[in-house]
């Protein structure tokens, strides 16, 4: 495996000549039969195993529950490892707050954030070292204004590499807005918010995969001027994945570049947390209309909007405000994109909201929609 400590993060060299690629074309020739041959070995030893578990048990449990996570991938996986008093820490864990905050009042909504290295925790007892804006860790804080207010926006890089903000809000020079910020500098721009809808913001600092993979991304919601039909709660979702070059566990874990870009993530989640919306849900009583802002900021992947025993009512795509489908069970938010989604829910009970990729759902992007008070959970 190679790993790239997100603050060494240096760009492959380019093959020097002809003779070079041919030599990596050959040895790409000779690692695809040696996977083809582990591919085949994998599956007869998988064929054993199946055989070995319908036979009486052989192996000691314990041997078995420490079973090797890391032969089946060329890229070493920390997918689903967690310190063994996970249960607990995710208990204590303080979700992050998806309420939709309220729209200040004016015609400038002054925002002023202060990137800062920081480790986070992304899953319980799993800490990562992260870019984040405003001390939020991942996303940063959620910006609220109303379409024709005007956004300030001061950056301050309290880091210690060059960083930006680029909102795709905003119809504005990027070469002049979204320039790089040195580290101890400020600097602020302003645009006005004249596209309603849910937008991504994020750090365009190249190289950008690594900026966006350490937390630099957040939502920011433009209202419409008519506004939208009334509903009775209002949640902002930020999807997100994370490749680390380490469990985060003894120590925050950096980033795995060569993940990154193999799309390999070790943990997918909403609002930086795995399944922290499972442990602490989010809640509506029955016959509630219950509307997501949802933004999947990537770096990569794209997020699968569904909610399960539901129908989403109503559904903007990607930032456009002036229609919506309606009755629709999966929505693809692409990475970079945002959708707003209503659903109302008659009946009592807990109702996952997932990206039915389900690959996401296994490393962490699941939360619940608590409905009511089902039986056995604590009021609300
Ligand atoms: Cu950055």
């Not at 064929?47 to 078995?64: E, I």
């Not at 005007?150 to 309290?158: I, P």
């Not at 991304?217 to 001027?225: C, M, S, T």
């Amino acid at each position: 495996m190679t790993s790239h400590p997100a603050t060494a993060y240096r760009p492959p060299r380019k093959p020097e000549s002809g003779a070079l690629v041919k030599v990596v074309a050959l040895f790409l020739g000779i690692a695809v039969g040696i996977l083809a041959f582990l591919a085949l070995f994998m599956w007869a030893d998988a064929r054993d195993s199946r055989d070995a578990a319908a036979a009486p048990a052989s192996t000691p449990p314990a041997a078995a529950a420490h079973a090797d996570h890391n032969t089946a991938l060329p890229i070493e996986s920390f997918a689903g490892v967690v310190p063994k008093n996970a249960q607990e820490l995710a208990a204590a864990h303080k979700a992050y707050d998806a309420t939709l905050p309220p729209i200040p009042a004016g015609d400038v909504v002054k925002v002023h954030m202060t990137l800062k290295d920081m480790v986070v925790e992304i899953a319980p007892g799993v800490r990562y070292n992260t870019w984040a804006f405003d001390g939020h860790g991942a996303p940063g804080p959620v910006v609220h204004v109303r379409e024709g207010q005007t956004v300030e926006m001061t950056l301050t890089n309290g880091g210690s590499i060059p960083h930006s903000i680029d909102f795709h809000a905003a119809r504005i020079a990027p070469n002049v807005a979204f320039r790089d910020v040195m580290p101890g500098d400020s600097f602020s721009f302003k645009f006005t918010a004249g596209d309603p809808g849910v937008f991504m913001y994020h750090c365009g600092t190249k190289p950008v995969l690594a900026h966006i993979a350490n937390g630099m991304y957040g939502a920011i919601v433009v209202e419409p001027k008519e506004g939208l039909p009334a509903v009775d709660n209002e949640y902002v979702l930020v999807a997100s994945e994370w490749y680390m070059n380490g469990d985060g566990i003894d120590e925050p874990a950096s980033l795995d570049m060569a993940k990154a870009r193999a799309m390999t993530p070790d943990w997918t989640t909403f609002n930086g947390y795995a399944n922290q919306y499972v442990t602490h849900p989010l809640t509506a009583d029955p016959g509630d209309t219950t509307r997501f802002w949802v933004v999947a900021a990537g770096p990569t992947l794209d997020t699968n909007f569904h909610v399960v025993g539901a129908i989403l009512d109503r559904a903007w795509v990607d930032g456009d405000m002036s229609r919506h489908e309606s009755r629709v069970q999966t929505v693809a938010v692409p990475a970079g994109g945002g959708a707003v989604f209503d659903v109302r829910i008659a009946e009592t009970g807990l109702y996952p909201f997932v990206s039915h990729a389900f690959a996401h759902v296994d490393l962490g992007q699941v939360g619940l929609l608590k409905v009511g008070n089902p039986p056995g959970t604590m009021s609300h």
